[in-house]
């Protein structure tokens, strides 16, 4: 077991290498100018501007380039933006607690809705609740977490004028009004991406659910005279969630992805508005540090996923 | 009496024997039909192809008509889904944006299945392929989607459409894009197939008549192993139709002037508080796609699994 960790761990070091490497080689060889916008300034001669290229390194090979990057950010240095001419890892840090906030509430809440509504709709199966569950888990994740923010936009802010759409990243967290305010102007982010996921995880626990029913160790379980709630929840739920699980860790990294388009709908100043901020201005060193830190999170949740499945089925033997 | 019963099961045998062999495409769609839900998706997708496809040759708006005496107007007779704030009709835009998005959608999804196909059949019917492969499928499962979507079309964006042109230019792009990152899962469906058929007895006996690899691939193997990629490949439009729709809604797809749903959805933005009615009808549009898309994928798992018919 501690073997199999960490072989998979070792595997997940080249795996984030090579994703670095094919990254900043797109980057490199794309035929964008990092510095076309002062290209496109004309007081900016051009001897000063090739000094601007030499400075920051622009003049060497991109392999050359690649490796100083690589060193440097598994040092923890991001290098400095080309916009702001702050340290990246500064621009991050100041990001990166906003998009957690939003995206770790909106999946606790996801998995807290999911889990009983997958149970009560597998367990219920073909009656009016388990229709009306998976009727609504369908739509859910066939509406696109863009539209869902619009429309929520146009009945609480705009209908209603409940909420505000446009989050401020300045309040501070301080007294009871305070966390209303914050409460009040997270809920609709939250409410949109924890929607998304928990229509995706219903699906799968009731997948799950289904699976494990029809088994012989339920109709033990029943025979012994076990009550209906314990056969489900300790006997059924405890197996079907082994996949789930793997699931719920699989999907966080889907879930950031989810932040770029829901940071853009209100205003959130996270990490994925840093994204396509920078993609807008061409600011190369940011855009490859926030990739960076997707592809990070990506590799260390399925890392984290299979652990979990190696850990929570001991039927599966890893050598 | 006699004669007449002989007569009577002598019948009843020519009957089971002229009837016709029942198919596995047959007993598919028989099972198919059976699902109301995957009916409805099938019915309310064939229609709004319909409408995208003839639409715009029927309704007299066309989606650059400027009228700005009739800027950002709710739903009228004459223009049931209202204006923007230009003036132009919106049904006209919404019906040529439908043309865009399910075209991007459906193309995608072809060039995507036809290389994770590929891949999956050679890695798991060449030994020698199947581990460098699959490193190269689990690499591509580690990439972030989105992210990297965002970055490429930024990057390439300009230079293909000096090259082809702005809106081939971006089909092709996006086309493409999509299409590379999402490959995987039929590469893996497509491998797991082959690793198992490869074993049966008739792919031997093909072996053994002396058929070639080709045709074993093509003939005996992969006909068998296609209808879990089909069911892969109709969830998958839904799921190209949403990433396209992201990437417009990103600023990040087509340009302006060429309406797609996604895009319709950005402009709108700036003047949700004078007209919700702009947003709504495009974005409906997506989500009955792909609702219905993932409806006729779910019929159609349950009509091609044989484990599950009694």
């Given amino acids: 077991m501690g073997r199999y960790i960490v072989r998979r761990l070792l595997i997940a070091i080249p795996t984030l290498i090579a994703i670095s490497f094919v990254m900043y080689a797109i980057l490199a060889l794309a035929p964008i100018d990092p510095l076309s916008q002062f290209g496109a300034d004309p007081r900016i001669p051009p001897e000063a501007r090739e000094h601007i290229r030499h400075a920051l390194g622009l003049d060497q090979p991109w392999p050359i380039r690649y490796v100083k990057w690589v060193t440097a950010m598994a040092q923890g240095d991001f290098g400095v933006s080309f916009m702001s001419h702050s340290s990246v890892s500064d621009l991050i840090w100041q990001r990166l607690p906003n998009t957690l906030w939003v995206v770790g509430v909106a999946y606790i809440v996801s998995v807290v809705v999911a889990l009983p509504a997958g149970v009560i709709s597998a367990v219920r199966r073909n009656a009016a609740l388990d229709h009306v569950i998976s009727t609504l888990a369908y739509a859910g994740f066939s509406f696109p977490t863009f539209f869902t923010g619009l429309v929520l936009i146009l009945i609480f802010s705009i209908h209603f004028h409940w909420l505000t759409f446009l989050y401020d990243s300045n309040l501070q967290v301080h007294d009871i009004p305070s966390f209303i305010a914050e409460l009040k102007q997270a809920i609709m982010p939250i409410a949109v991406l924890g929607l998304f996921d928990a229509a995706i995880l219903t699906r799968y626990t009731r997948a799950s659910m289904l699976e494990n029913l029809p088994l012989d160790y339920v109709r033990t379980a029943h025979s012994k005279g076990l009550r209906e709630s314990v056969v489900v929840i300790s006997h059924v739920l405890r197996n079907s969630l082994i996949p789930v699980v793997t699931l719920i860790a699989l999907g966080v990294p889907a879930v950031f992805g989810g932040a770029i388009v829901t940071e853009q709908i209100f205003h959130v100043p996270g990490i994925g508005a840093l994204l396509v901020d920078s993609i807008g201005t061409g600011d190369t060193p940011v855009v490859a540090a926030v990739v960076m830190i997707f592809a990070v999170l990506q590799v260390l949740f399925n890392l984290f996923a299979d652990v979990c499945y190696a850990v929570l089925d001991p039927r599966i033997k890893y050598s | ?310």
Wanted: proline content about 6%; glycine content about 8%; charged content about 15%.
């Fill in chain 2, 1 to 310: 009496m006699t004669t007449a019963q002989v007569e009577l099961s002598g019948s009843i045998a020519v009957d089971a024997l002229s009837r016709p062999a029942r198919s596995l495409w047959g007993d598919a769609w028989y099972t198919f039909t059976r699902d109301k839900l995957a009916l409805a998706g099938l019915f309310t997708l064939t229609f709004i192809v319909l409408a995208v496809l003839f639409g715009p040759l029927i309704w007299p708006h066309t989606i650059s008509d400027i009228d700005f005496k009739a800027s950002l107007q709710g739903p009228s007779l004459d223009h049931p889904m209202g204006t923007d704030d230009l003036g132009r009709d919106l049904l006209a835009r919404v019906l040529y944006g439908g043309r865009v998005s399910i075209a991007v959608g459906i193309t995608a999804v072809l060039v995507s299945i036809t290389l994770g196909t590929a891949i999956g059949a050679f890695a798991g019917y060449f030994s020698k392929l199947d581990n460098p492969l699959m490193r190269l499928t689990d690499l591509f499962l580690s990439l972030p989607v989105l992210p990297l979507l965002l970055v490429l079309v930024y990057l390439f964006r300009d230079t293909l459409t000096r090259t082809i042109g702005p809106v081939v230019g971006i089909f092709v792009m996006i086309v493409g894009v999509i299409s590379i990152l999402n490959w995987m899962p039929v590469a893996r469906l497509v491998r797991a197939s082959f690793l198992s058929l490869r074993q049966r007895e008739f792919v031997e006996a093909a072996r053994c008549v002396g058929s070639s690899d080709a045709r074993i691939i093509f003939r005996h193997i992969l006909p068998n192993a296609l209808s879990p990629v089909l069911v892969a490949a109709t969830i998958g439009v839904g799921g190209a139709i949403l990433t396209e729709s992201t990437l417009s809604f990103l600023g990040l797809g087509f340009p302006p002037d060429t309406p797609t749903w996604g895009r319709l959805l950005y402009d709108s933005q700036q003047y949700l508080e004078f007209a919700p009615h702009w947003p709504l009808f495009p974005g409906l549009c997506i989500f009955v796609v792909v609702l219905a898309v993932n409806y006729i994928g779910d019929g159609l798992r349950d009509a091609l699994d044989p484990r599950r018919k009694i």
